[in-house]
């Protein structure tokens, strides 16, 4: 099983910082954000990780080189024309990503989920169902995105009870992105309503530690925690 760290976001918020450095190579608690996503993966059993990037992406490629520093092989998925937003990252990257179900994480988030899970929900899925990680809603997205009916995964109901978050964090099986067509800039959320009306969209709630790392404030949060922690 592969994972895809999705790498190719221009960081508008978290500005001037990303004039110079790709959002994935920010540092929190020592460590490059996207360096605590190849460690999770790497103890965890990968091997193969396929990384897409548009923005300074030869600053990611110059950075990680080919994985072996994480005992892992990273091939690299470039978006020459600028990002591609999710899905048409994921879509471009499909020949990279083999034919059976893989690990999508984003690459601005913090979470301290184990990622070995990804490959008993891998071991449950067809080829038209995907599987998110979804958590409480953060105070910054008061509204959540989709709410749980047991381990189905529907629309966020009209006053958001009980909604929650997408974390950033699925298992996908390459099926999910057959309708779109490489080198399409295209966002993943139509792609998980369609499932969600076909009812093949499962996903589940993570209690524990997730920090969306979208702007300056809250990297310097997640900075000064996983210091402390260290």
Request: glycine share 12%; net charge negative.
């Amino acid at each position: 099983m592969k994972a895809m760290i999705l790498a190719a976001g221009r960081g508008e918020r978290l500005r001037p910082l990303t004039d110079t450095t790709p959002k994935p190579l920010l540092m929190a608690g020592g460590r490059a954000l996207i360096a605590w996503h190849l460690q999770g993966l790497a103890r965890a059993g990968w091997r193969e990780v396929v990384i897409n990037h548009a923005h300074l992406g030869e600053q990611i490629e110059a950075a990680l080189g080919n994985g072996s520093d994480f005992g892992l092989h990273i091939a690299y998925s470039p978006e020459a024309g600028g990002a591609l937003e999710t899905a048409g990252g994921i879509a471009s990257a499909l020949p990279l990503l083999g034919d059976e179900p893989f690990l999508v994480v984003n690459g601005d988030i913090w979470c301290d989920w184990d990622f070995s899970r990804a490959r008993r929900i891998a071991s449950t899925l067809d080829r038209e169902h995907a599987h998110l990680l979804l958590v409480d809603n953060p105070p910054h997205h008061p509204g959540g995105d989709f709410c749980l009916d047991g381990q189905i995964v529907r629309a966020a109901t009209g006053n958001r009870t009980g909604s929650l978050t997408y974390a950033g964090i699925g298992v996908f099986p390459p099926d999910f992105f057959a309708t779109v067509a490489a080198g399409v800039k295209m966002k993943l959320r139509p792609l998980l309503d369609a499932a969600i009306a076909r009812g093949t969209l499962t996903g589940e709630r993570h209690g524990g530690r997730w920090v969306d790392v979208g702007t300056r404030e809250r990297l310097a949060e997640l900075d000064m925690e996983l210091a402390s922690s260290r």
